[in-house]
């Protein structure tokens, strides 16, 4: 027996968490622990059997390393058009990847939970259900077999994450939150929607994955006209959920939910599912160029844009947010660049392999940096970092831990960000040769390196460096208790260290379902070689110690002020309308306000005034004739014999007029 052959089980054990623990919990648990150790233990089983059938298929001890498998198949015959729904399992070396990347961040992320919300009360067996609930069905998304099945999944996710974000709902700004992700995100789901419409009429009525990745493409109904229409669609869906340029503002307000679950909604779920999306649907994108390449842009506006948000925030989620914005984009951008390459070459590039490293690698060092931030707030109970300094003599595990996540995000070798960035950059750089709108993606990614390593920095010296600047929250800091710091230490280990899984054959296994796609594997000397000897490597390097090296002037040595970029009016502008995010919140809230309020007047007052208008017009011409006959009902026989006459002697008079016209 295969472990794949179990793999059905993996979102199952977090489900049954989600029931015991929701519906049960009252009689079973004690308020004080809230059905956190079920909880653990359901994702903690998951975990194990997800990294088993995960190496079954990246070792190739599954033959053929795809296992698929059909729970139920309905077929719904047509006169035109026959439909097909499998629901089932589909694992590739994509889904094993993501099965590692969620099951053990989402374990994690739980053990951690039970140190962070002690002081819940009676509101953590709400939060153990629902977040067990939110691994259960991101599992389940990974899993599926077909679209319409990842669908489904796909908005269990966003109402999990409208119900995580809102936890607090009692707040009026945690409430708030709640609404604008589910809003917006909804704006991509409908895109999604139809270009399922389309992927359905086109690919004959069937969603499946086998189905589609094995079409004949030249025999999509509407041509590749409307295949580029569809990609375009399903994109759509992936700028929502993964909070891409323009659909992005909802992210940093999604802050407002438990430190926790940003770390596993930045690391491992939500946002997540939209690379996943692409990446998923790769095979499929390939064959619209002109697709992919509004992904590379949107990627690296979204990279660069989010990244200068980032530069001045002074709230260390928020900044962390802008952070998982931004680097989402350059998985974007690696995604986009890779199937553009391959759609004009029908060769391979480092795109596709390089995204997908990233998002693992990215995994890792996010869930490292947001519950680090986690345990600052836990012990100094602000997230203000103006508020904060001089901690890592009070947090010293934790300064350290989070030391390692900045510089493995700001791309400094040998820490796995360097890695992935890195052949980011290559794969853009490789690209331009094709077009040249992709060298100046290039130097917006070099740009977005830089930012990204200064705002990185700029968090850890103002939280950890320097005299304390609120002495009675310095006072009252300590280190968080050892189920908190545990999770930290193993995650520094792998945001240390898995940039090394490249030189294990991380770009041999992982590959899309294509069938000309051409991986080339390397030793680790030639893979050294390769990579330094390029001098895009070492531009990305020095771009990245810039960021830091002004970090350190201004927040360390202090030989630059930071208060130089509000010296003048001019800059003061600048400075602010980054912190009010180009305008897009006050844009999102015009748009709400005049438009779609604007709007729902206007369908109000048709609705009242013309369909009820209609409806009840007819009521009234039918209560009025109503009375007009009730009046011929006088109780007299003689009077209805004499209409019955009448009636007769019309009906003779007219069939006579009739017969003499014929």
Partial sequence: ??????????????????????????????????????????????????????????????????????????????????????????????????????????????????????????????????????????????????????????????????????????????????????????????????????????????????????????????????????????????????????????????????????????????????????????????ETPDTMLIVAIVGGITALMA?????????????????????????????GTGGYFFA?????????????????????????????????????????????????????????????????????????????????LASVWETGAENPIFYLLYIMGILTAFMTAFYMFRLWFMTFKGEPRDHHAYEHAHEAPKVMWVPLAILAVLAFGSGFALFMGFGEAIVPSIEHWHAHSEDIAGILTTIFSEWQTYLSIIAAALGIYLAYLMYIKKSINPDVFVATPGRKKVYDFLLARYGFTAGYDWIGLKVVYGLSLVVDWFDRKVIDGIVNGFASITVHLGNVLRKGQTGFVQTYAGVVLAGLSLIVILLFLLGGLI
Avoid at 307 to 334: C, E, H
Wanted: proline fraction near 3%; include cysteine.
């Fill in 307 to 335: 990244a200068t948000m980032a530069l001045n925030n002074p709230n260390i989620k928020r900044v962390l947010a802008y952070s998982t914005i931004s680097q989402l984009g350059y998985m974007f951008l690696a995604l």
């Fill in 344 to 424: 004009l070459t029908q060769e391979a590039n480092a795109g596709y392999t390089s995204g997908m490293f990233h998002l693992m690698n990215h995994a890792f060092f996010k869930a490292l940096l947001f519950l680090s931030a986690g345990a600052v707030i836990h012990a100094v109970h602000t997230e203000d970092m103006r508020l904060m300094g001089g901690l890592s003599k009070k947090l010293k595990i934790t300064s350290l831990v989070m030391l390692i996540g900045c510089i493995s995000i700001a791309g400094i070798p040998p820490l796995s960000g360097f890695w992935s960035k890195d052949e980011i």
């Fill in 1 to 286: 027996m295969y472990w794949s052959e179990l793999a059905w089980l993996i979102p199952i054990f977090p489900l049954i968490a989600f029931v015991v623990i929701g519906f049960l919990g009252n009689k079973l648990f004690k308020k004080a622990e809230g059905g956190g150790y079920v909880a653990i233990a359901m994702a903690a089983i998951s975990c194990f059997i997800s990294l088993m059938v995960a190496y079954e298929i990246l070792s190739g001890g599954y033959p053929g390393e795809l296992f698929k498998q059909s729970l139920l198949w309905i077929n719904v015959p047509g006169q035109d058009l026959s439909f097909t729904f499998n629901i089932g399992i589909y694992i590739d070396t994509l889904a094993a990847l993501m099965l590692i990347v969620v099951s053990f961040i989402s374990t994690l992320v739980v053990i951690y939970s039970v140190g962070y919300m002690h002081e819940e009360g009676e509101k953590k067996r709400r939060y153990y259900a629902i977040i067990s609930l939110f691994i259960g069905v991101m599992l389940g998304l990974v899993l599926s077999s077909n679209y319409l099945q990842m669908f489904i999944f796909w908005e269990l996710v966003g109402l999990c994450s409208y119900l995580l974000i809102g936890f607090w709902y009692t707040k009026p700004s945690a409430a708030s939150a709640a609404k604008k992700a589910f809003l917006v995100t909804r704006v991509g789901d409908i895109m999604f929607m139809l270009g399922l419409f389309i992927f359905f009429v086109g690919f004959g009525g069937n969603l499946d994955y086998e189905h589609i990745f094995n079409f004949n493409f030249e025999d999509f109904v509407g041509g590749n006209s409307m295949l580029t229409l569809g990609t375009f669609f399903i994109f759509g869906g992936a700028v929502g959920k993964s909070a891409q340029f323009p659909l992005h503002d909802w992210l940093p307000d999604a802050m407002e939910g438990p430190t926790t679950v940003s770390a596993l909604i930045h690391a491992a779920t939500m946002v997540k599912a939209g690379v996943y999306l692409v990446a998923r649907s790769y095979p499929v994108m390939v």
